[in-house]
């Protein structure tokens, strides 16, 4: 695998240096480590502390590929490949996917906007991004949705507007692949963005089905609603959002997120930063979320701060608390070994980022 990843890497950058001025491909890629400490993950033995290394925690890491080619008339052939992996250990987080953020080739022309088929990431998860103070770290957004608006999805068609008079949108549809149903693990989405002045709302809505074409699964087969804005005023920006995942009432079944099978979870944050300097920058955030079903209730406090080194290179430190009330276990970090139901963790990491 590392000598095929090499041997595509070297033929990208033998094609840019061959290209003519009509086509270019551009090899890039961002690396993120550094050190984390959690308190309070839930075990067999009680609640244990975790002092580790921790990468991605601020910025997946990622290497890539993309390109275009001119057409004529302003029409363009563009395409993107895009691999996420573990600087912790070298490995692909999606084992055994070797492309498991981007994949897909399509058409771009300025007046009438892009049209990708392939593999794309969610158009959940780069709204999230934009409405996030933090950015979508490993504390923020992802984690009272446990994941749920994260990630890429496969099959997909991906329709990308301009922006006229500051207004644009995308559709985004994922095949489910499968004769016995057409809405059997399909997966569909429509994100629309709007900018006046310094003021810029957003708003979502996707749904996911699994194999039966049903919304049996909060964080997993469910319906996602989101809506956020943002107002930059000089050096400050600020942040206010909301989430809800809806699943059905008659086909939810619990399982290891959601062991009380319930059927809503509705979040909602502000949040700011603030630059100082060029270099340093802050970001301080408050998130609450509330789920049915006696699934309890979960408020997350975090601070965090960044200074850039240099235009690539990036040292960061970002704190938290999250404090679960009734059955809630929320985890601080996405993805993370959640505590004990109606038990707290605090923690952070501090690490560096560098981009290529």
Known sequence: MKKRILTMAL??????????????????????????????????????????????????SWWGLTGSEDLGGGLHAVFKLESMFSPATGRLVENPSLFDRYAYVGLEQANYGSLWLGRSMSLTDTMGYYIDPLGEQSIGIGGFAKGRAWGSRANTVTYNSPTLAGLSFRVQNGFGNDANGFQNSRQFSVESQYAIGNLTGYALYEEIRDANGKFSSLYGASREYMAGATYKLNNLMLYAGYQQL???????????????????????????????????????????????????????????????LSKRTTINGTVGAVFNGGKANFALETGDAAPLQGHNQQGGYVGIIHVF
């Open 246 to 308: 809806v699943s059905s009432g008659q086909d939810t079944v619990a399982d290891t997120n959601n062991p009380l099978a319930a059927t809503r979870n509705q979040q909602e944050w502000v949040g700011l930063t603030y630059q100082f300097t060029p270099a340093f920058q802050m970001q301080a955030a408050y998130f609450h979320a509330n789920v049915n079903h006696g699934g309890g209730v979960g408020n997350l406090g975090v601070i965090g701060a960044s200074y850039a």
């Open 11 to 60: 033929l990208s950058l033998g094609l840019s240096g061959a290209a003519s001025g009509q086509s270019a491909v551009t090899l890039y890629g961002r690396i993120n480590t550094g050190l984390d400490f959690v308190t309070n993950q839930g075990t067999a033995e009680g609640s244990k502390n975790v002092f580790r290394f921790g990468d991605n925690r601020f910025a997946g």
